[in-house]
């Protein structure tokens, strides 16, 4: 058609540009496809070795001795877990929560910047060296390790997770809703209260869901401040054990009993860490609905 | 918060200090040269199997629409919660086995084989391997380095999709030419962030990496990373003080590579958001901090 | 041959029909033009012809597009393949930002296959001259497209359309976002390009129809209101409504 053959030369859509297309569309699926795998085999491994330990001996009972370790369980681990973790979320809640309304309210100077750049920094901090740090200061400090320090380091890395978190959802009530409660005559406090945190509610308990997530299934920093231990206990001075650790603990153990046990935990945490992600990601799909 | 957590590592650096700049090298070129190999090597073997198909993923989901789409999303997602502990059990009980007595003697028969290539393809593994050990953390960074790249494919403005589709570009071609130049800073950073999270996972990989000492080319050598020694370690160096000092360094040596990656990245999935120039580039640069948790 | 024929199209935005039973034809060799109020289908319609309406999710079609004398939604006819032989021009210039200028012009080239660097040179060079760009950025080529003033990177964006030596070129609302001295250039343009390919062009100015077009087609609800020469449509409109709105009465 033209003097330089143009459409002739390129009027038609390769072979070789089609079977490109193609191969990309395979290695796409393909993508999706093994993004399915690792999920699935977990679960259904995990659940289906860790079934035959979940009795009530494995709830309720210490480890047994050497003898006949099927007959004990690993109740001081889900106590010890409570434990910590409770102790933990009691300090990074309202912390977290205290600096998220810091922050979205008051917060848009040099202090504010300052405490966003220090969540930052441990938001992005290897789990093992905010237990190390927590170890080198307390540990040594109490000449102990005990199940205080290990909630003080899941405490530091909880307390970002709820403080970014949180602040993100604050920031989303409309700016309306807080100029028409003040034009009212309504104190700063008394409109943060009962007003902007009432209607992030939902986000705000999101956001706990998640820290708890994560406080839930770390190993590390407890490892190395609360120890574990085979007893029960409730002193938060002295070691405890925790449903990680003794995951840690018993998966390297030769004995097969108490390897059955650490699938038992582990499908425990599982459960709970599953349970807490997709609740959180509803109530968030909720969330988002009602602010928008 | 950062002084504090030097302090005790510089204040007993300090010590070794005392007796001789020349004492520490040695001290650290013999014990730490292993889990810095480790460490490296893990992460490698992490980021080149998990970014593919994180960003294949990514595009995956941004381009295809249908019932399954926002359910595998999820799923991705779901990944990210599951406890390391839980992912070291797994892979030193069902992952491991597969990989040592399956796939790494093939591989070392197969690829093993071929001249240069092939040296990384050796190894006995004994309890645990690099290999394995990047394999697992692979499916751990998966999530986060596939949000990431998400949301910054999703950002790429229509316009250009659709002045490439008008040209008569196939799907192939449209992503190639239209989507992935723009989006190509947030991309790395996307990777960073993975590589931050590979480089500080601790549990997981202490449980499948085999605690040897490799350092060479056999990626099916039982291993040590940074974060595995620091864990196993630490808690029998209580009363040796410059064990303790030592790990304590490396630990700070951690925290700061994972620092300066997480910086990196967040300024480079800022700079694809600002091509757009638009409300949402805030909440694209936010996002990723909040996903390394877990 | 070269001639468009839209027969009998509709189409949907999913449940919302934005097309009604639309019939046109566009001449090669002439510039044809739709005008209409906003939202009356315009983009809709030119953006079924060269099948980027189904790009959309929940966007769908119905009716025939004859190009060629083959109808553009058959079966197994390949949009990729169409989209090379139509060319577009969006309203907005939407040159790709990480490429250099040679690079957008010569980008639809490329997709075709390999092509030694000194003929990709002069193809750029007779594309960039056809879009009246040339003499601007003869001399920085290897600079980001996305430095251009907006009137160049829409003339860029031509180019780019050019470049691929297509047979039909659509136009949508090509110089709504420039200034005045952009939009004459490319008016000018238009009226250099129709010697060469069958030129539809989508306004939302009606005087730019009058000055530029041949034919002009008016609608309006996503319907065929008037289809006839330019001349008729402005002077002795045969619908009541075109005239309502050729002489400003409406919208």
Redesign the interface.
Known sequence: ??A?G??D??????G???A??R???V??????G???L??V??VV??VG?GYSALSVNFFTKEPAGPIDPAAGGIAQAFLGTGIIVGMAAAFSIPLGILTAIYLSEYGNGRVANVIRF?A??????????AG??V???LV?AMHTFSALAGSIALTV?MW??IA??TE?ILRLVPQDLREGALALGIPRWKVILRVVIPTAGAGILTSIM??L??G?????PI??TA?GSDFISTNPGQPMDAL?LR??NY??QPVEAL?TF??GA?TM??LA??L???AA?ILASRQQRRLS | MLGGQGEPAFRRFGLGFLIGRNWDPVHESFGALPYVFGTLVTAAIAIVLAVPIAVGLAIFLNDTHGWFTHPLAIFVDVLAAIPSVVYGLWGLYVLGPVLQNHVEPFLTDTIGRVPLLGRLFQGTPTGGDLFTAGVVLAIMILPIVTAVSREVIAVVPRDLREAAKALGATRYETIRMAVLPYARSGLVGATMLGLGRALGETIAVSMVVGGGRSIGFGLFNAGSTIPSVIASQFLNAQNIGFHRSALLALAVVLVSIALVLAAASRLLVRRTAKLVQAPTAESVAEGPALRISG | MRRVEVSGLSAWFGPKQVLRDVSMVAEPRAVTAIIGPSGCGKSTLIRCINRMHEEVRGARVQGKVLFDGRDVYAPDADPVEIRRRIGMVFQRANPFPTMSIFDNAVAGLRLAGRMPRDELHEQAERALRAAGLWDEVKDRLGEPGGKLSGGQQQRLCIARALAVEPEVLLLDEPASALDPASTLRIEELVQELKEQYTVVIVTHNMQQAARVSDWTLFMLYGEVVEFAPTQKVFTRPDDRRTEDYVTGRFG
């Open positions: 058609m033209s330089t143009g459409p030369r390129v009027s038609s859509v390769s070789r540009r089609r490109k297309d191969a990309f569309t290695f796409l699926w393909t993508c999706g093994l993004a399915l690792p999920l085999l977990i491994y995990v070795r220090v930052e920094i441990l938001l992005s901090t290897p789990s093992i060296v190390v740090f170890a080198a200061v040594t890395l970002p997770v970014r978190a993100e998640l820290a997530a994560r839930l299934g770390e190993t590390a490892l190395v120890l990680p995951i840690y998966a390297r390897q650490a699938w582990a945490l599982l860490v599953l807490l992600s997709i990601r």
